[in-house]
């Protein structure tokens, strides 16, 4: 079947900040209380998808969150003005007011784990929203996701959207952050790896949450009836995610048949790649690019963020396209490691380097500001036109931006009540410029 892999980013928030806001991730618990520039976050985002949609791909957009986020403040006892409860909340619960404020849903890598219609008994799409019950900043992420996946994905005769999975530790999600396809062409029957930083219940006293279960993953290759011989489930290695790689997408990318990881990216790396190509068995034959600690120690790799890049095939180019952090170039074994890669004759033909500094510095790469979504012809054709970019799409946006984000913000702003009529401006006015109607966000319907 002809399929194509379209990219759906997350477009950068107003309110996009540095709280700190989760442990195990070292850049954003390098710079905390920075100053963010929020106006220049989303036109780096706008940008790397401009450069995408240039290139030939299809590019999607999910939409900015409500935020701060005024339901969860309600649920935790704030009452009064709107005012009144960011006053309250700034000085009896002020992590609280950090973590309905924060901008973490632009991490759209994290929104769902998606399987295409090529891999599942009904034919069709399934999409599974992340719960990310780990962190509190990102739990509250799941509802108004899912409404941007029905906007961006309504028919169902097509897709199914599936609602998160129980909000409970043991079924932690963080969607397709740990989640690698691998295929011979986009359109036929691929292998899906899922790989898990912990088994449920299993607290192993480590320094660093390990945020997605085995059992989740299970539970995702079960409701979205996956061909379970075609299923890898992988464990990261523990040692990786004590170093700083709270999701594998850190130390692993993969696109069509070629894996592309760090040494020390899984527990056990020979039986994983024996699984992976079990799995593969008459549908394609792996090509596993390792990178070796001894070419790129794995701190280099995860502050360079070089695995944290997109993978893509770009039409007219015979191999793969790795879009990386512009951060890479100035990590000297990486920038070393990028030459030699596109000196061989491996599956990867060139890095192009993209700046995304804004997100970078909380700890999301290029590759964990989209989502990728494999869509056959038709689904292509059902899938909602008003969230995909254009010419005249990306110049709305970015006089979008110019007008409405402010161009820095310290955590201490967080507190001024202008800044929920600011956004809620802004998102009103969205919804108009992608045809969301007026019910999208739930203060529009308040
Ligand atoms: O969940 N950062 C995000 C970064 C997510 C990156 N996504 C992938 N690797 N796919 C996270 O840790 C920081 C927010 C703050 O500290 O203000 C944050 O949530």
């Given at each position: 079947m002809a399929a194509m892999e379209a990219n759906y980013d997350g477009l950068v928030g107003l309110?996009?900040?540095?709280?700190?806001?989760?442990?195990?991730?070292l850049a954003s618990a390098h710079n905390v209380g920075q100053i963010s520039r929020p106006r220049e976050g989303a036109l780096q985002g706008l940008s790397k998808m401009k450069r995408l949609y240039d290139a030939g791909l299809v590019q999607g957009i999910l939409p900015p969150h409500e935020r701060p986020f005024l339901p969860l403040l309600h649920e935790a006892g704030f009452a009064g003005s709107d005012a009144q409860i960011i006053e309250n909340a700034a000085r009896h619960a002020p992590a609280l007011l950090q973590a309905v404020s924060s901008s973490a849903f632009m991490w759209a890598a994290n929104a769902a784990t998606i399987s295409p219609s090529a891999d599942t008994s009904d034919g069709r799409l399934h999409a599974s929203t992340a719960n990310l019950v780990t962190m509190l900043h990102r739990s509250i992420e799941g509802p108004q996701t899912e409404r941007s996946l029905h906007a961006a994905f309504p028919d169902d005769n097509h897709f199914c959207i599936h609602a998160p999975l129980p909000m409970q530790e043991s079924f932690g999600d963080e969607g397709a952050a740990n989640h690698v396809r691998l295929c011979a062409d986009h359109g036929d029957p691929g292998v899906e790896i899922f790989v898990h930083g912990r088994l449920a219940g299993f607290a192993p006293g480590l320094k660093f949450p390990a945020r997605q279960t085995l059992q989740a993953n299970q539970a995702l290759a079960r409701r979205h009836g996956l061909n379970m011989d075609r299923v890898v489930f992988a464990a990261q290695a523990q040692s990786t995610i004590e170093a700083?790689?709270?999701?594998n997408d850190v130390v692993c990318v993969g696109a069509k048949t070629c894996l592309f990881f760090h040494e020390y990216a899984f527990a056990d790396t020979t039986q994983t790649l024996e699984a992976i190509r079990r799995a593969a068995d008459r549908l394609f034959e792996p090509q596993f690019v390792q990178v070796n600690q001894d070419e790129v120690p794995l701190r280099d790799a995860i502050t360079s963020y070089l695995f944290n890049s997109m993978l893509v095939e770009i039409p007219g180019e015979e191999r793969l396209v790795l879009i990386a952090p512009a951060e890479c170039r100035k990590t000297p074994s990486v920038a070393q490691y990028c030459d030699k890669l596109v000196a061989g004759n491996g599956p990867i033909g060139r890095v192009e380097f993209v700046d995304v500094r804004q997100s970078m510095r909380n700890g999301g790469g290029p590759a964990c500001l989209r989502l990728r979504v494999v869509l056959s012809d038709a689904e292509r054709a059902a899938a909602n036109p008003d969230m995909l970019m254009s010419e005249t799409l990306y110049a709305k946006l970015t006089d979008w931006v110019r007008r409405h984000y402010r161009e820095q913000l310290a955590p201490a702003d967080l507190v001024d009540p202008s800044l929920l009529a600011e956004g809620r401006r802004a998102l009103d006015e969205l919804t108009t410029i992608l045809s969301l109607g007026s019910d999208f966000y739930p203060f529009q319907r308040a």
């Open positions: 309110t996009h900040n540095y709280g700190g806001l989760s442990a195990g991730n700083g790689a709270f999701h």
